[in-house]
């Protein structure tokens, strides 16, 4: 079975310009979130959404960070406009329920360097 | 701030030595699991702990939770290169709550 699928799995931009990361959850599973990784701060959640709907979007920094989930089995994550401060390893993962008794499923990330 | 404090930062060890990280918290936790994460994927679950006191085996891996709910250690015997990796423990706070990452144990086992 296919796993977390995310896209691309490396982006080199400038600063100022869009970039847009996506995510194909695990199909039936009603959770997914985006995480942020960096030496620094470790792992942090920006978003997370429960059957399309975002429930808890505290963790995006800026109104530059917007993300979407149009249906069940595709979502992005947009910054517009990136800055240096964004590199990162972007994390898409997906769970099934709402226990947090549950496994997450992650992906293989997005890693984004912003010059 | 960071709730959730995992030491050592870096572990460097030979095979076949034997290893205990640790993650610790002023916050009392509903549950709690530990994720190994490789260069260049994402992290995979290996245990939830839900039970004060609990302690679960997996292969070579000893997975205890404090009686307090408050702390967790990983215990590994004879380590393996194989398991070199990033080490993370991420607590729950209830069925609703955020589910809280430490930064990690980064393990590395030279043959």
């Known amino acids: 079975d296919a796993g977390v699928i995310q896209s691309p799995r490396h982006e080199v931009t400038e600063m100022g310009q869009e970039v847009t990361l996506r995510c194909k959850p695990i199909s039936g599973h009603d959770y997914l979130f985006w995480y942020r990784q960096t030496m620094m701060r470790g792992l942090e959640l920006l978003i997370y959404f429960n059957n399309n709907v975002p429930i808890d979007d505290s963790g995006m920094p800026e109104d530059r960070f917007s993300a979407k989930m149009p249906n069940a089995s595709f979502s992005t994550l947009k910054i517009q406009p990136s800055e240096p401060r964004d590199s990162a390893v972007y994390f898409c993962?997906?769970?099934?329920?709402?226990?947090?008794?549950?496994?997450?499923?992650f992906g293989e990330g997005s890693r984004l360097t912003v010059l | 701030t960071q709730l959730l404090e995992q030491s050592p930062q870096f572990l460097s060890i030979q095979e076949g030595e034997n290893l205990t990280v640790y993650c610790n918290s002023s916050?009392?936790?509903?549950?709690l699991q530990w994720y190994r994460q490789e260069p260049g994927e994402g992290p995979v679950l290996l245990v939830t702990v839900v039970t004060g006191g609990e302690v679960k085996k997996l292969k070579r891996l000893t997975f205890q939770f404090g009686d307090a709910r408050k702390d967790s250690s990983l215990h590994i015997t004879a380590a393996q290169p194989g398991d070199t990796g990033l080490y993370l423990c991420a607590g729950a706070k209830g069925s609703q709550g955020n589910l809280i990452f430490g930064k990690g144990t980064k393990l590395s086992v030279k043959p």
């Open positions: 916050s009392v936790f509903s549950s």
């Open positions: 993962a997906s769970s099934e329920g709402p226990r947090w008794t549950g496994e997450l499923f």
